[in-house]
């Protein structure tokens, strides 16, 4: 099966060809008034295909999503699979004020109207954009990469950085020997991209305990668990999390917290930062594209 990667995903390029991962290829263009434009460069008449391609912030890559699939389907392609190692909007799932609209909801509309054989994403943010992906979303979760990676020194303490993650927090707990407790933060947000720890709901206090959740945006949320975390005495300090996105500077200010290491996966391109470890997505899309 060939995979036809957008720009969004060029990232994972090198990791594909390594497992032995034809990479399709076409042609993008602009023309004089910035209208994009697309060729397929190679036959794939009744060939099964796979689209890999996040939804980011600018809007561009939806629409490179988009017109992908359309040039497979009107060029013959057979059963084509769609990847989506990262969901951009998926906060947009409700309408927090009056005049505003769901905009996570329409994405994973257009998502599903696809009609991919396969509709794999990863680790999402919203159980309402789960739901509107349709009944046949498979939802892969990097959880078990990270617990391979922190297998050699398991942590005491899993700690859900608020009530949302307890759930994650508890199936990554599961993946461990010897079982680490769980630990819950109640957090509030006084405004969007402001996270603000109240009180720790367990006990770190002397132990090796590892924060996780879905993603690291402006790493608010991070930075106040850890405070908590020296607070009540935990000894030793890891934070993970699925999509590094690293707004404003977030992964210096995370690395020169007293933490021992920072873990997450390749959804998003990630650059070499103090204490970060990236582990790699491509081979757990793989196992699961049929």
């Given at each position: 099966?060939?995979?036809?990667?957008?720009?969004?995903?060029?990232?994972?390029?090198?990791?594909?060809?390594?497992?032995?991962?034809?990479?399709?290829?076409?042609?993008?263009?602009?023309f004089?008034?910035?209208?994009?434009?697309?060729?397929?460069?190679?036959?794939?008449?009744?060939?099964?295909?796979?689209?890999?391609?996040?939804?980011?912030?600018?809007?561009?890559?939806?629409?490179?999503?988009?017109?992908?699939?359309?040039?497979?389907?009107?060029?013959?392609?057979?059963?084509?699979?769609?990847?989506?190692?990262?969901?951009?909007?998926?906060?947009?799932?409700?309408?927090?004020?009056?005049?505003?609209?769901r905009?996570?909801?329409?994405?994973?509309?257009?998502?599903?109207?696809?009609?991919?054989?396969?509709?794999?994403v990863?680790?999402?943010?919203s159980?309402?954009?789960?739901?509107a992906?349709?009944?046949?979303?498979?939802?892969?979760?990097?959880?078990?990469?990270?617990?391979?990676?922190?297998?050699?020194?398991?942590?005491?303490?899993?700690?859900?950085?608020?009530?949302?993650?307890?759930?994650?927090?508890?199936?990554?707990?599961?993946?461990?020997?010897?079982?680490?407790?769980?630990?819950?933060?109640?957090?509030?947000?006084?405004?969007?991209?402001?996270?603000?720890?109240r009180?720790?709901?367990?006990?770190?206090?002397?132990?090796?305990?590892?924060?996780?959740?879905?993603?690291?945006?402006?790493g608010?949320?991070?930075?106040?668990?850890?405070?908590?975390?020296?607070?009540?005495?935990?000894?030793?300090?890891?934070?993970?999390?699925?999509?590094?996105?690293f707004?404003?500077?977030?992964?210096?200010?995370?690395?020169q917290?007293?933490?021992?290491?920072?873990?997450?996966?390749?959804?998003?391109?990630?650059?070499?930062?103090?204490?970060?470890?990236?582990?790699?997505?491509?081979?757990?899309?793989?196992?699961?594209?049929?």
């Open positions: 099966m060939k995979s036809f990667l957008t720009d969004s995903t060029k990232h994972l390029r090198s990791s594909l060809v390594r497992r032995g991962c034809a990479i399709g290829r076409y042609k993008s263009s602009v004089a008034d910035g209208e994009r434009r697309y060729r397929l460069r190679e036959d794939v008449t009744g060939q099964s295909v796979a689209i890999i391609a996040s939804v980011l912030p600018a809007p561009e890559s939806l629409f490179d999503l988009l017109a992908l699939h359309r040039l497979l389907r009107e060029n013959g392609g057979g059963a084509i699979s769609l990847i989506v190692p990262y969901l951009g909007y998926a906060r947009q799932d409700r309408c927090g004020k009056k005049g505003e609209a905009i996570g909801i329409m994405v994973a509309e257009l998502l599903r109207r696809t009609r991919a054989v396969n509709l794999i990863c680790d999402l943010h159980e309402r954009v789960r739901k992906l349709g009944p046949s979303v498979r939802e892969l979760s990097a959880l078990p990469l990270f617990a391979e990676a922190v297998a050699k020194r398991p942590p005491e303490v899993i700690v859900a950085p608020d009530a949302g993650s307890v759930p994650r927090a508890r199936r990554l707990a599961e993946l461990l020997t010897p079982l680490p407790e769980v630990a819950v933060i109640d957090k509030f947000r006084p405004r969007p991209n402001v996270a603000v720890a009180h720790l709901r367990g006990n770190v206090r002397g132990k090796n305990v590892l924060i996780v959740d879905d993603m690291i945006d402006t608010g949320t991070f930075v106040e668990a850890v405070k908590l975390m020296i607070e009540n005495g935990a000894a030793a300090i890891r934070i993970a999390a699925t999509h590094g996105i707004s404003n500077a977030a992964g210096e200010r995370l690395s917290l007293p933490i021992d290491e920072i873990l997450v996966t390749n959804t998003l391109p990630q650059v070499r930062r103090a204490k970060m470890r990236c582990l790699d997505i491509v081979p757990l899309f793989l196992q699961n594209l049929i």
